[in-house]
C-alpha cells in the first residue's frame, strides 16, 4: 500500500517547456487535489477533482491544467512554464466527504529558469 | 476572506518537554480541523483532527483542542522528541459543499537534545 506517489521528484525546465506531472494514489478515495507550497505562502489549492470525472479550479488555477484520468490516477500539467511556477508540488487525496484528512504525496520539486 | 494562521512562526523546546502549538482561525462556520507534520524534503503528514462539536481529542502522545470561541486550536505534544522536530501546520475545512482545506503557514518545532 503506498499511499499518494508522485512522479517525478525533481524537475528542471526552461522557461516555455512543458511537462507533466504524475499522481497515483492506491487508497480508492474518491477527491484528489493539487497543491503549491512556497516559502512563506503556505499550501495553496491549484486544482481539485471531488470525484471521477470532474475538476474545479482552486485558488490558484491559472497556467495549470489537470486530467482526472481514472478514480486512481490525477495530472497536473504545465503548457508554457514561467520562473514564477518554481515551487514544491503535492498530490494528495481523501475518502471524500469534507470531514476526512487529505493524504499527501511526497511532491516534486519544480525549478523554472 | 477566511484565513488560519499562527501565533508563532518558530517553537524551541527543551527534549522531554511538552509542545504547545497554536493556532488562530477566522471562520466561524468552519466544521473540521486537522493537524499535519511536515519533515524536510517530505510531504505532510497526518497527525489528528477534530469536528466542531468537540473540545478535545488525544492521539498517542498528541491532542488537539478547539476552542470555538476564540476560535483557536492548539496542538500538544507530550515528551516532546527529537524526532518531532518539523514544521506542524494546521488546517480548517472552509466554507462550500466541497470543505476544501485551508492551511496555515506552518510553525518550525526544534527539539533541543
Same mark, same amino acid.
Given at each position: 500500500?503506498?499511499?499518494?506517489?508522485?512522479?517525478?521528484?525533481?524537475?528542471?525546465?526552461?522557461?516555455?517547456?512543458?511537462?507533466?506531472?504524475?499522481?497515483?494514489?492506491?487508497?480508492?478515495?474518491?477527491?484528489? !487535489?493539487?497543491?503549491?507550497?512556497?516559502?512563506?505562502?503556505?499550501?495553496?489549492?491549484?486544482?481539485?477533482?471531488?470525484?471521477?470525472?470532474?475538476?474545479?479550479?482552486?485558488?490558484?488555477?491559472?497556467?495549470?491544467?489537470?486530467?482526472?484520468?481514472?478514480?486512481?490516477?490525477?495530472?497536473?500539467? *504545465?503548457?508554457?512554464?514561467?520562473?514564477?511556477?518554481?515551487?514544491?508540488?503535492?498530490?494528495?487525496?481523501?475518502?471524500?466527504?469534507?470531514?476526512?484528512?487529505?493524504?499527501?504525496?511526497?511532491?516534486?520539486? *519544480?525549478?523554472?529558469? | 476572506?477566511?484565513?488560519?494562521?499562527?501565533?508563532?512562526?518558530?517553537?524551541?523546546?527543551?527534549?522531554?518537554?511538552?509542545?504547545?502549538?497554536?493556532?488562530? @482561525?477566522?471562520?466561524?462556520?468552519?466544521? !473540521?480541523?486537522?493537524? @499535519?507534520?511536515?519533515?524536510?524534503?517530505?510531504?505532510?503528514?497526518?497527525?489528528?483532527?477534530?469536528?466542531?462539536?468537540?473540545?478535545?481529542?488525544?492521539?498517542?502522545?498528541?491532542?488537539?483542542? *478547539?476552542?470555538?470561541?476564540?476560535?483557536?486550536?492548539?496542538?500538544?505534544?507530550?515528551?516532546?522528541?527529537?524526532?518531532?522536530?518539523?514544521?506542524?501546520?494546521?488546517?480548517?475545512?472552509?466554507?462550500?459543499?466541497?470543505?476544501?482545506?485551508?492551511?496555515?503557514?506552518?510553525?518550525?518545532?526544534?527539539?533541543?537534545?
Amino acid at each position: 500500500n503506498a499511499g499518494v506517489t508522485q512522479t517525478p521528484k525533481f524537475q528542471v525546465l526552461k522557461t516555455g517547456q512543458s511537462m507533466t506531472l504524475q499522481c497515483a494514489q492506491d487508497m480508492n478515495h474518491n477527491s484528489m !487535489y493539487w497543491y503549491r507550497q512556497d516559502p512563506g505562502m503556505g499550501l495553496r489549492l491549484i486544482y481539485y477533482s471531488a470525484s471521477e470525472g470532474t475538476t474545479d479550479k482552486g485558488e490558484v488555477p491559472n497556467g495549470y491544467n489537470v486530467s482526472r484520468l481514472n478514480k486512481r490516477e490525477f495530472s497536473l500539467r *504545465l503548457e508554457s512554464a514561467a520562473p514564477s511556477q518554481t515551487s514544491v508540488y503535492f498530490c494528495a487525496s481523501r475518502r471524500g466527504d469534507r470531514g476526512s484528512p487529505l493524504h499527501f504525496g511526497n511532491g516534486t520539486r *519544480l525549478t523554472v529558469t | 476572506g477566511e484565513s488560519v494562521g499562527l501565533h508563532l512562526p518558530t517553537l524551541s523546546v527543551q527534549e522531554g518537554d511538552n509542545s504547545i502549538i497554536n493556532c488562530a @482561525y477566522s471562520n466561524s462556520a468552519s466544521d !473540521y480541523f486537522i493537524w @499535519y507534520k511536515q519533515e524536510s524534503g517530505k510531504g505532510p503528514q497526518f497527525i489528528i483532527d477534530i469536528r466542531s462539536n468537540m473540545d478535545k481529542r488525544q492521539g498517542q502522545r498528541v491532542t488537539v483542542l *478547539l476552542n470555538k470561541t476564540v476560535k483557536h486550536l492548539s496542538l500538544q505534544i507530550a515528551a516532546t522528541q527529537p524526532g518531532d522536530s518539523a514544521v506542524y501546520f494546521c488546517a480548517e475545512s472552509g466554507g462550500g459543499s466541497q470543505g476544501n482545506l485551508i492551511f496555515g503557514k506552518g510553525t518550525k518545532l526544534s527539539v533541543k537534545p
